[in-house]
């Protein structure tokens, strides 16, 4: 079964960092669009950053751009967001996802959830001093 895996959520002080990884069971991530995204508690849920198949794009969201910073392993199959400056705003679960068809071009759609069809179980950051 395919299966984005979320891991290095937490708990940091504000103006902390934390580095999210993204990998997958049952696939590689390599050559798919893979997108974070965020819900905060009574929230919907809202596109963070993304990368784009070939890696040579990457996108953020307003709230986010220069703190947080997506990129994809040396190795193959993963995926990392680090997030710095980190403020009680940015506490949510964060989820990855991957799209469903390699080379799939996502660009000003990242945002759009229905461009994913991989999601992880997300992982919990909570930023609170």
């Known amino acids: 079964q395919v299966q984005p895996v979320e891991s290095g959520g937490g708990l940091v ?3 902390g960092h934390l580095r999210l990884t993204c990998t997958a069971s049952g696939f590689t991530l390599d050559d798919y669009a893979i997108g974070w ?8 849920r809202e596109g963070v950053s993304c990368i784009s198949e070939d890696s040579d794009s990457t996108y953020y969201a307003d709230s986010v751009k220069g703190r947080f910073t997506i990129s994809r392993g040396n190795t193959t199959n993963t995926v990392y967001l680090q997030m710095n400056n980190l403020k009680p705003e940015d506490t949510a679960t964060y989820y990855c996802a991957s799209t469903g068809i390699a080379g ?4 000003d759609t990242w945002t759009d959830e229905d461009e994913y069809d991989y999601w992880g179980q997300g992982t919990q950051v909570t930023v609170s001093s």
Do not use: L, M, N, S
């Open 104 to 107: 799939t071009v996502v660009d």
């Open 37 to 44: 995204f965020r819900q905060a508690p009574g929230k919907e």
């Open 13 to 15: 002080q504000p103006g």
